[in-house]
């Protein structure tokens, strides 16, 4: 394993032990999609803070991501945020890029392990249940099957 890639898991790991079971986070799980996106925020302890939000795949609907998850960590006396998603074709790549540029923490969270985890979570597999989507994706950010993405500048 290069360097690179030894620091990127270092600083994942880090922050996995970080954001379990922290009362500091606010956690927001995005379902990708072409145009638009469905975000859903929540605590590392399963709280639900706010659930469906939708933004376009733009600079403008990143920024109402940004600002919603802001208020909401301020609201709730949180200090950090992290963004969950699980990447879809090539869709979530400028939001990731937005948010790295912009010094936010992103983790991408393998669609496979999200659509098997959705499942065992409750015994249902509809797909468009923002809920457990977002709880899938919370879960998985824990496990060995999401990875911090790297700046692709």
Not at 23 to 46: L, R, S
Request: a positive charge.
């Amino acid at each position: 394993m290069n360097k690179l890639n030894n620091n990127r898991l270092k600083e994942f790991r880090q922050l996995k032990e970080e954001i379990r079971g922290s009362k500091e986070y606010v956690i927001v799980g995005i379902d990708i999609a072409k145009d638009k996106h469905n975000a859903f925020f929540g605590t590392a302890t399963g709280k639900t803070l706010f659930k469906g939000l939708v933004f376009e795949n733009n600079r403008e609907g990143f920024e109402k991501l940004v600002v919603q998850a802001e208020a909401i960590k301020v609201q709730n006396g949180l200090k950090k945020v992290v963004y969950g998603m699980e990447p879809t074709a090539n869709y979530h790549k400028p939001l990731g890029e937005y948010l790295i540029k912009g010094g936010h923490g992103v983790v991408l969270v393998s669609g496979f392990a999200v659509k098997r985890n959705r499942g065992t979570l409750d015994g249902r597999w509809d797909k468009h249940d923002m809920i457990l989507d977002f709880a899938s994706i919370v879960s998985r950010l824990f496990s060995k099957n999401s990875f911090k993405l790297r700046n692709p500048l």
